[in-house]
């Protein structure tokens, strides 16, 4: 058996593949911790991997080589001397730390596989290739903040072989660049780019905001460092020429302009611009594409990879942050023994708790419960009345998206809906838009453009279907939609089908079973604790229905 993990930068996490492939386990720190986003040495996602183990660990894989970055960023710290006596502070102590996770692995679970080291881009696209469904011909991009040295890389996937192609060294950084926008709109970096994302669509165009990112970051990916300062290593993304060309960040608390829209705007494009630069020589080296990546979860730049640079097919890997990096960590070293994955088909890949564990979470919630006959009619007749719904089905999703089995879920159909989840059942800003889940074979009749399972892209909504899908239609009139089918995902299908039954709309609102900061729910617990903090009408337990209690 093969064991991945991720730590010390951010979505620290681990994976279990068995010896042919096969994803045991895969779970981020986070989801057992509770602490969001958590680089921490997870101790608990390892633990659960190996508790679910059914033979020896083969290798242990950690997706860093930390010493082959601490020359390179040496050389960044003295070149931007004094303000990077910061870095040795943070990121510097986090290389460090990571050169001493061996030891640290060994001292807290034994000396048990053979430990190896996996360079971070390297499990990014290893994340990507070997668990999409092509066998060759296939490129891969991989873009983020930065590994040990490389921002952005370029692979060639072929069997169980990626050969690099290319390298773009930090701090020459799509991710971070992004980042910095981010921040300068007030939401948390490294953290909130969906926010931003979301935020963009708002905006108008304008060719002086254009200019200025055309400035900031060239098509090649090379950044201006005058606009940053991330690679100082302080607290900050952004640098003087940005604040002197954009105006000062926006604060937490302060309301969202239409500058700032305009702004999100003009630095959403100038990322997708960039990508495009990037990915469309590759085609001429294959014919599918592999995305991975932090900047991968990015759903808009996406759409465009696929619609504008004709590549035959493309595969975005789900968990494409850090997280991913654990799958990766682990594929990479199956690959070197000349076996590889199979395509990933499932991001339930989590724990998955019985009935004896759901029933005692019930009894010490005090709450009330029930079976309904038809779990997925009863949930699809609430919904249709109006009702928001919390969905725990089976094992967790491994990944930033809910995908139906640790889902909040809503009528879609009304613009109000959307108000009143973003207010008072997320509590988070009022622009964030929601995914619709749709039946896969339905969803062509209602969207124009790519629908993939695992939430990934951008559709058009058809005008004619704007009208009932108000709630889920962002306000450029696209949907960040699901395609859900009753192989992959047969509770959340049955739902849907109820609902478009009852409705005559095939898909619900579907968005992540967590309020806002805190981690998605893992166990029964916290989905119950959150019928009540969140303002859910009930709660969904494996075919358990709990009722919200009357105030």
């Known amino acids: 058996m093969y064991l991945g993990f991720n730590c010390y930068m951010r979505d620290a ?15 981020e720190e986070e989801r057992l911790s509770r602490q969001k986003h958590t680089g921490a ?8 991997c190996l508790d679910a183990a059914t033979a020896p660990l083969e290798e242990v894989a950690f997706n860093m080589r930390p010493w082959e970055a601490i020359p390179g960023r040496f050389v960044e710290v003295v070149r931007e001397l004094p303000h990077s006596l910061a870095f040795g502070r943070t990121r510097g102590g986090d290389f460090w730390r990571m050169c001493r996770v061996q030891a640290r692995f060994r001292g807290t679970f034994g000396d ?4 190896r080291w996996v360079r971070h881009h390297e499990a990014h696209a290893a994340s990507a290739f070997y668990f999409s469904p092509f066998d060759s011909g296939a490129v891969v991009l991989v873009a983020d903040g930065s590994g040990e040295l490389a921002s952005t890389t370029t692979w060639l996937g072929e ?13 020459h950084s799509l991710g971070y660049f992004y980042s910095a926008l981010t921040e300068w709109l007030g939401f948390p970096p490294a953290a909130d780019e969906g926010t931003a994302m979301g935020l963009s669509s708002y905006g108008r165009p304008d060719p002086r905001l254009a200019a200025a990112f055309r400035e900031a970051i060239g098509l090649d990916g090379r950044i201006d460092r005058k606009w940053f ?64 990546g932090g900047v991968a979860l990015n759903c808009v730049a996406n759409t465009r990879l696929i619609e504008e640079c004709g590549f035959d097919e493309v595969f ?14 682990a594929a990479a070293r199956l690959a070197a023994r000349g076996r590889r994955p199979a395509p990933l088909h499932t991001t339930a890949l989590g724990p998955r708790y019985d009935r004896g564990e759901l029933s005692r979470a019930i009894a010490a919630s005090g709450l009330t419960s ?11 007749e609430r919904l249709a009345q109006g009702a928001v719904v919390g969905w725990f089905s089976g094992r967790s999703e491994f990944g930033p998206r809910a995908l139906g089995h640790r889902s909040i879920l809503a009528d879609p159909r009304e613009a109000g809906m959307r108000d009143r989840v973003n207010a008072v059942v997320k509590r988070r800003e009022r622009f964030r838009p929601f995914a619709p889940a749709f039946l896969a074979e339905l969803a062509a009749e209602w969207l124009d453009g790519p629908v993939t399972p695992f939430m990934t892209t951008i559709a058009r909504v058809r005008p004619h279907r704007v009208a009932s899908l108000g709630a889920v239609t962002h306000v450029d009139g696209t949907a960040r939609a699901q395609a859900v089918d009753s192989k992959r995902s047969p509770e959340l299908a049955a739902v849907i089908r109820a609902f478009h039954a009852r409705t005559g709309v095939p898909a619900v609102l579907n968005t992540s079973f967590n309020l806002k ?28 229905r709990v009722d919200r209690p009357h105030r």
């Not at 048990?112 to 430990?115: D, I, K, L, V």
């Not at 029930?370 to 699809?380: K, V």
């Open 159 to 171: 069997g169980t072989r990626l050969k690099p192609l290319a390298s773009t060294p930090f701090p």
């Open 517 to 544: 900061g805190e981690p998605i729910v893992e166990r029964p617990e916290e989905a119950l604790a959150d019928l009540v903090n969140a303002e859910l009408d009930a709660v969904y337990l494996d075919g358990v």
């Open 41 to 48: 040495f997870p101790e608990a996602a390892i633990r659960a």
């Open 316 to 329: 975005i890997q789900p968990a494409a942050g850090d997280s991913g990096t654990a799958l990766g960590a």
């Open 112 to 115: 048990q596989g053979r430990f």
């Open 229 to 292: 300062r991330f690679h100082e290593g302080g607290t900050r993304y952004f640098g003087p020429r940005w604040e002197a060309t954009f105006g000062p960040a926006r604060a937490a608390d302060a309301p969202v302009t239409p500058y700032h829209e305009d702004v999100a705007a003009a630095g959403q494009r100038r990322l997708e611009e960039v990508l495009l630069a990037i990915a469309r020589p590759l085609r001429s080296l294959g014919r599918y594409l592999c995305l991975a």
């Open 370 to 380: 029930s079976t309904p006959e038809d779990p997925a009619a009863d949930a699809a």
């Open 13 to 27: 996490a681990a994976a279990l593949l068995d010896g042919e492939g096969r994803v045991v386990l895969a779970v």
